[in-house]
């Protein structure tokens, strides 16, 4: 197998949200569930336990059912209250813990949206529902407009060419990589090279740290990317409705570009990850999750009302 052949098949399976099946799944989060034994029924059976003991055993387990549900009905309200101040953005809000224990992504209740974050929470869904379209004029214009960011003064390239693996497409033809990613991601990546020109050039040429060998190819993760986004910040539904997610619709309130700025951090991350990991090639999907897990940690902390209060927003400017 050539290493172009597993490449495609790497990152074609990343952008999906999918797992290769040629692929070691043990790094991966999918896990069996433990298997449940009888041991404690055998036990019963040996022990001597009497009627009596079985009763009282019983009435115990109904009482502890019943202080359990109260305090899981008296949690939900207090969730409930909760989000509601957060998503009134008062001085309130800023004391009411955000992260639980071990950065859970529990689905909470939906927030209270004001008309601008609802405006902008629907617009950015109409973007994210845009597939690629290699035929579209518009999308061959961006794809254009990318190549001349990346690398102004140079000769365009036509449409299909070997020079687009330059940028880190794997094949001649960038409209075969996007899928799970979508228009959006391309529109990411112009953003990042318009926003942060600095960041985004060393990135694309690999000027920081020491590199591996087997380099990660800059624009297939940059799809890799926008796709892990919109999973943590559960923009696939209707409303966010996990942690990193409602904490996005406080930026979302602030800025309107709050998507796309926080990409731009993301990947940042990503790279300095990598870095940090001295990671190679077929380490990308490891680096991707430490920077999913990184980004949540930062989008947990209480004195983070905007991407520009992320810790990792200083990479982009330093």
């Known amino acids: 197998m050539s290493a172009r052949t597993v490449r495609r098949r790497l990152h074609h399976g990343d952008v999906g949200g999918k797992r290769q099946e040629h692929l070691d799944s043990s790094g991966y989060d999918g896990l069996s569930e433990p298997l449940l034994g009888t041991q404690e ?11 009596e003991d079985i009763w009282d055993a019983e009435q115990r ?19 409930w209250l909760a989000n509601i101040v957060l998503g009134t953005g008062s001085l309130i809000g800023r004391f009411v813990p ?18 601008l974050q609802e405006a902008r929470i629907r617009n950015l869904q109409q973007r994210l529902g845009v597939p690629f379209d290699g035929s579209c004029i518009e999308h061959q214009e961006a794809l254009k407009q990318l190549w001349r960011l990346a690398y102004p003064g140079r000769e365009l390239p036509s449409l299909k060419s070997e020079l687009w693996k330059e ?40 000027k920081d740290g020491t590199r591996a060998e087997w380099e ?13 986004l919109v999973q943590m910040l559960d923009l696939q539904t209707g409303k966010p409705s996990t942690r990193a997610g409602i904490r996005f619709l406080e ?46 940690r930062e989008l947990a902390l209480e004195d983070v009302h905007s991407v520009k209060d992320l810790p990792a927003y200083n990479l982009l400017t330093g």
Not at 181 to 200: H, T
Not at 267 to 275: P, R, S
Request: proline content about 3%.
């Open 251 to 296: 930026f979302l309130a602030e800025d309107e570009m709050a998507f796309d700025n926080l990409y731009c951090v993301a990947f940042q991350m990503m790279d300095a990850q990598w870095l940090a990991k001295r990671a190679s090639y077929m380490q990308f999907n490891d680096v991707l999750k430490s920077t999913r897990m990184q980004l949540e």
């Open 167 to 206: 940028m880190g497409w794997q094949g001649s033809d960038p409209s075969t990589d996007f899928r799970g990613g979508g228009f959006v991601s391309l529109e990411n990546l112009i953003f990042f090279a318009k926003k942060y020109p600095d960041s985004f050039q060393r990135l694309l040429h690999k």
């Open 61 to 79: 387990r109904e009482r502890l059912h019943w202080t359990l549900l109260l305090s899981h009905l008296i949690a939900e309200w207090a969730q």
């Open 41 to 51: 029924n055998n036990d019963m059976q040996t022990s001597g336990i009497t009627l």
């Open 216 to 228: 990660y190819p800059f624009a297939v993760a940059g799809i890799n990317i926008s796709f892990m």
């Open 98 to 115: 955000f992260a639980g224990q071990n950065g859970s992504d529990r689905k909470l209740l939906q927030p209270y949206l004001n008309p």
